[in-house]
């Protein structure tokens, strides 16, 4: 036990201080912002990258064709049932009593 005690008090009187609180706190957050500026800078050289990729993927592709604004809606009334049901349900209220007045293609 005596043995014990000699090394602790020889471990104890090597001369080490502890580190200060501040020095701790300062260290973890210029880790932080150090790291969250290297995430930037990588997302900033990756979107340059994929950016010269995409342009000659896109003069590749093929154009979508507009869709008409006059042009009538297919299966309206299988439409108009799913988004009643789903106004119903998000509502908590049976389908029967909703009435739809209007329903326009936006």
């Known amino acids: 036990m005596e043995i014990m005690k000699n090394l602790t008090l020889a471990v104890a009187n090597t001369g080490?201080?502890?580190?200060?609180?501040?020095?701790?706190?300062?260290?973890?957050?210029?880790?932080?912002?150090?790291?969250?500026?290297?995430?930037?800078?990588?997302?900033?050289?990756m979107g340059l990258f994929f950016k010269k990729t995409a342009k000659a993927d896109n003069k590749?592709?093929?154009p979508v064709a507009p869709v008409a604004t006059n042009a009538p809606i297919a299966n309206r009334q299988?439409?108009?049932?799913?988004?009643?049901?789903?106004?119903?349900?998000?509502?908590g209220?049976?389908?029967?009593?909703?009435?739809?007045i209007s329903f326009k293609k936006l």
């Open 60 to 62: 590749t592709a093929t």
């Open 93 to 100: 209220k049976d389908i029967s009593a909703l009435r739809v």
């Open 16 to 45: 080490k201080t502890a580190t200060p609180d501040w020095m701790v706190v300062v260290m973890g957050v210029g880790v932080v912002f150090v790291g969250l500026i290297l995430i930037i800078l990588i997302c900033k050289i």
């Open 78 to 91: 299988e439409i108009i049932a799913a988004v009643t049901a789903a106004c119903a349900e998000d509502m």
